[in-house]
Protein backbone atom coordinates (compact mmCIF):
# COMPACT_ATOMS: atom_id res chain seq x y z
CA UNK A 1 0.00 0.00 0.00
CA UNK A 2 1.59 3.60 -0.81
CA UNK A 3 0.93 6.78 1.54
CA UNK A 4 1.50 9.97 -0.12
CA UNK A 5 2.28 12.27 3.57
CA UNK A 6 1.95 16.03 3.31
CA UNK A 7 3.32 17.55 6.32
CA UNK A 8 5.61 20.38 6.69
CA UNK A 9 6.86 19.91 10.14
CA UNK A 10 9.53 17.67 9.17
CA UNK A 11 9.96 15.79 12.71
CA UNK A 12 6.38 15.08 13.17
CA UNK A 13 6.59 13.84 9.15
CA UNK A 14 10.37 11.56 9.71
CA UNK A 15 8.40 10.05 12.85
CA UNK A 16 4.82 8.84 10.83
CA UNK A 17 7.19 8.20 7.38
CA UNK A 18 9.60 5.27 10.50
CA UNK A 19 6.18 4.30 11.96
CA UNK A 20 4.17 3.81 8.76
CA UNK A 21 7.07 1.95 7.16
CA UNK A 22 7.19 -0.48 10.21
CA UNK A 23 3.58 -1.43 9.61
CA UNK A 24 4.43 -2.41 5.77
CA UNK A 25 3.55 0.43 3.87
CA UNK A 26 5.47 2.52 1.05
CA UNK A 27 5.11 6.24 2.17
CA UNK A 28 6.26 9.10 0.35
CA UNK A 29 6.77 12.47 2.06
CA UNK A 30 5.69 16.03 0.40
CA UNK A 31 6.53 19.40 2.11
CA UNK A 32 3.94 21.43 0.24
CA UNK A 33 1.00 20.98 -1.95
CA UNK A 34 3.04 22.01 -5.25
CA UNK A 35 4.78 18.86 -4.58
CA UNK A 36 1.42 17.31 -3.86
CA UNK A 37 0.49 17.67 -7.78
CA UNK A 38 4.14 16.86 -8.86
CA UNK A 39 3.63 13.90 -7.35
CA UNK A 40 0.36 12.68 -8.04
CA UNK A 41 0.76 13.63 -11.66
CA UNK A 42 3.35 10.91 -12.50
CA UNK A 43 2.05 7.53 -9.48
CA UNK A 44 -0.95 6.81 -7.74
CA UNK A 45 -1.33 5.94 -3.89
CA UNK A 46 -4.01 4.19 -1.68
CA UNK A 47 -4.07 6.68 0.76
CA UNK A 48 -3.73 10.32 1.50
CA UNK A 49 -2.80 12.00 4.99
CA UNK A 50 -2.35 15.63 4.88
CA UNK A 51 -1.83 18.73 7.27
CA UNK A 52 -4.05 21.81 6.41
CA UNK A 53 -1.31 24.39 7.50
CA UNK A 54 1.15 24.45 4.64
CA UNK A 55 2.86 26.15 2.41
CA UNK A 56 1.62 27.69 -0.88
CA UNK A 57 -1.58 25.73 -0.87
CA UNK A 58 -4.02 24.79 2.54
CA UNK A 59 -5.08 21.29 2.56
CA UNK A 60 -8.61 21.82 2.14
CA UNK A 61 -8.06 23.79 -1.36
CA UNK A 62 -5.93 20.89 -2.20
CA UNK A 63 -8.49 18.24 -1.80
CA UNK A 64 -11.06 20.28 -3.27
CA UNK A 65 -8.79 20.38 -6.58
CA UNK A 66 -7.58 16.57 -6.40
CA UNK A 67 -11.58 15.63 -6.41
CA UNK A 68 -12.24 17.84 -9.06
CA UNK A 69 -9.83 16.51 -11.21
CA UNK A 70 -11.65 12.88 -11.04
CA UNK A 71 -8.72 11.85 -7.75
CA UNK A 72 -11.26 9.91 -5.38
CA UNK A 73 -7.52 8.11 -3.35
CA UNK A 74 -9.26 7.98 0.28
CA UNK A 75 -7.75 11.18 2.68
CA UNK A 76 -7.29 11.42 5.91
CA UNK A 77 -6.88 15.07 7.48
CA UNK A 78 -4.39 15.51 10.34
CA UNK A 79 -4.15 18.80 11.43
CA UNK A 80 -4.32 21.23 14.61
CA UNK A 81 -7.41 22.77 13.13
CA UNK A 82 -10.00 21.35 15.80
CA UNK A 83 -13.06 23.72 15.55
CA UNK A 84 -16.22 21.70 14.15
CA UNK A 85 -16.10 24.41 11.83
CA UNK A 86 -13.35 23.41 10.97
CA UNK A 87 -13.91 19.45 10.25
CA UNK A 88 -16.95 20.57 8.37
CA UNK A 89 -14.55 22.23 5.70
CA UNK A 90 -12.24 18.75 5.64
CA UNK A 91 -15.69 17.01 4.82
CA UNK A 92 -17.14 19.15 2.58
CA UNK A 93 -14.00 19.44 0.43
CA UNK A 94 -13.90 15.47 0.56
CA UNK A 95 -12.22 13.97 2.80
CA UNK A 96 -12.63 10.82 4.55
CA UNK A 97 -11.72 10.88 7.96
CA UNK A 98 -10.39 13.73 10.39
CA UNK A 99 -7.97 13.21 13.22
CA UNK A 100 -6.92 16.22 15.11
CA UNK A 101 -3.09 16.64 16.74
CA UNK A 102 -2.11 15.87 19.20
CA UNK A 103 -2.66 12.32 18.36
CA UNK A 104 -2.26 9.15 19.46
CA UNK A 105 -0.03 6.76 16.74
CA UNK A 106 -1.94 3.57 17.54
CA UNK A 107 -5.07 5.29 16.73
CA UNK A 108 -3.58 7.02 13.31
CA UNK A 109 -2.71 3.45 12.56
CA UNK A 110 -6.15 1.72 13.50
CA UNK A 111 -7.85 4.92 11.35
CA UNK A 112 -5.48 3.77 8.37
CA UNK A 113 -6.58 0.35 8.54
CA UNK A 114 -10.31 0.70 8.59
CA UNK A 115 -10.46 2.93 5.83
CA UNK A 116 -8.23 1.15 3.97
CA UNK A 117 -10.17 -1.89 4.44
CA UNK A 118 -13.09 -0.29 3.57
CA UNK A 119 -12.36 1.15 0.62
CA UNK A 120 -10.49 -1.36 -1.11
CA UNK A 121 -14.11 -3.78 -1.09
CA UNK A 122 -15.82 -0.43 -2.18
CA UNK A 123 -14.04 0.30 -5.24
CA UNK A 124 -13.31 -2.98 -6.69
CA UNK A 125 -16.95 -5.01 -7.59
CA UNK A 126 -17.29 -7.74 -9.82
CA UNK A 127 -20.98 -8.11 -10.81
CA UNK A 128 -21.80 -10.84 -13.37
CA UNK A 129 -19.43 -10.23 -16.76
CA UNK A 130 -17.59 -7.09 -15.58
CA UNK A 131 -15.00 -6.15 -13.06
CA UNK A 132 -14.48 -2.29 -12.38
CA UNK A 133 -11.88 -1.28 -10.38
CA UNK A 134 -11.64 2.87 -9.25
CA UNK A 135 -8.38 2.64 -7.85
CA UNK A 136 -6.69 1.32 -10.79
CA UNK A 137 -9.33 3.01 -12.89
CA UNK A 138 -10.41 -0.24 -15.39
CA UNK A 139 -13.66 -1.50 -16.04
CA UNK A 140 -13.20 -5.27 -17.76
CA UNK A 141 -15.78 -7.14 -19.74
CA UNK A 142 -15.18 -11.21 -19.89
CA UNK A 143 -11.73 -11.32 -20.10
CA UNK A 144 -11.02 -7.66 -21.79
CA UNK A 145 -10.16 -4.59 -20.53
CA UNK A 146 -11.98 -1.83 -22.14
CA UNK A 147 -11.35 1.76 -22.97
CA UNK A 148 -13.73 4.12 -20.55
CA UNK A 149 -13.45 7.49 -19.55
CA UNK A 150 -13.33 7.66 -15.48
CA UNK A 151 -16.23 9.30 -15.05
CA UNK A 152 -17.99 7.03 -16.92
CA UNK A 153 -16.62 4.38 -14.92
CA UNK A 154 -17.62 5.91 -11.64
CA UNK A 155 -21.29 5.99 -12.53
CA UNK A 156 -21.02 2.34 -14.01
CA UNK A 157 -19.84 1.53 -10.72
CA UNK A 158 -22.81 3.49 -9.02
CA UNK A 159 -25.31 1.01 -10.99
CA UNK A 160 -23.28 -2.00 -10.91
CA UNK A 161 -23.20 -1.41 -6.74
CA UNK A 162 -27.15 -0.90 -6.26
CA UNK A 163 -28.16 -3.42 -8.98
CA UNK A 164 -32.07 -2.87 -9.36
CA UNK A 165 -32.06 0.77 -7.94
CA UNK A 166 -33.84 3.66 -10.05
CA UNK A 167 -31.40 6.65 -9.38
CA UNK A 168 -32.74 10.07 -10.95
CA UNK A 169 -30.34 11.83 -12.65
CA UNK A 170 -29.61 14.55 -9.78
CA UNK A 171 -29.11 11.51 -7.42
CA UNK A 172 -26.21 10.87 -10.15
CA UNK A 173 -24.97 14.36 -9.76
CA UNK A 174 -24.47 14.51 -5.89
CA UNK A 175 -22.70 10.60 -6.15
CA UNK A 176 -20.49 11.32 -8.78
CA UNK A 177 -19.78 14.99 -9.65
CA UNK A 178 -20.57 16.89 -6.23
CA UNK A 179 -18.99 20.13 -6.03
CA UNK A 180 -19.78 20.48 -9.82
CA UNK A 181 -22.83 20.44 -11.21
CA UNK A 182 -22.84 19.57 -14.99
CA UNK A 183 -25.83 19.42 -16.99
CA UNK A 184 -27.92 16.46 -17.48
CA UNK A 185 -26.99 15.84 -20.88
CA UNK A 186 -23.30 15.45 -20.35
CA UNK A 187 -24.77 12.50 -17.61
CA UNK A 188 -27.04 10.76 -20.23
CA UNK A 189 -24.02 11.00 -22.77
CA UNK A 190 -22.26 9.15 -20.11
CA UNK A 191 -24.89 6.50 -20.01
CA UNK A 192 -25.38 6.27 -23.64
CA UNK A 193 -21.21 5.30 -24.21
CA UNK A 194 -21.85 3.32 -21.46
CA UNK A 195 -24.64 1.07 -23.02
CA UNK A 196 -22.31 1.24 -26.23
CA UNK A 197 -19.97 -1.27 -24.61
CA UNK A 198 -22.02 -3.83 -24.51
CA UNK A 199 -24.79 -5.92 -27.25
CA UNK A 200 -27.99 -4.70 -24.96
CA UNK A 201 -28.57 -1.69 -23.06
CA UNK A 202 -27.80 -2.26 -19.57
CA UNK A 203 -28.35 1.20 -18.22
CA UNK A 204 -32.00 1.23 -18.62
CA UNK A 205 -34.39 4.36 -18.45
CA UNK A 206 -37.32 4.28 -16.25
CA UNK A 207 -39.42 6.83 -17.56
CA UNK A 208 -40.44 10.16 -15.49
CA UNK A 209 -37.95 8.79 -12.65
CA UNK A 210 -34.51 7.92 -13.63
CA UNK A 211 -32.12 5.06 -14.87
CA UNK A 212 -31.09 1.44 -13.25
CA UNK A 213 -28.85 -1.15 -14.18
CA UNK A 214 -31.04 -4.39 -14.96
CA UNK A 215 -29.21 -7.66 -17.69
CA UNK A 216 -32.25 -8.60 -19.87
Wanted: hydrophobic share 40%; proline share 3%.
Amino acid sequence: MKILLLEDDIVLAETLVAELQEEGYAVEMAKHGEMVYELTSVQKYDLYIFDVNVPYIDGFTLLKELRQSGDETPLIFLTSKDRIADKESGFEAGCDDYLCKPFALSELKYRIKALLKRTASVKKITYGDIEIDLTQKYLKIGDEVVDIEYKALQILHLFVSNPGKIFSLNEIIDAIYAPEDPSFTVIRVHISKINALFSQKRIKNVRGVGYKYEIS
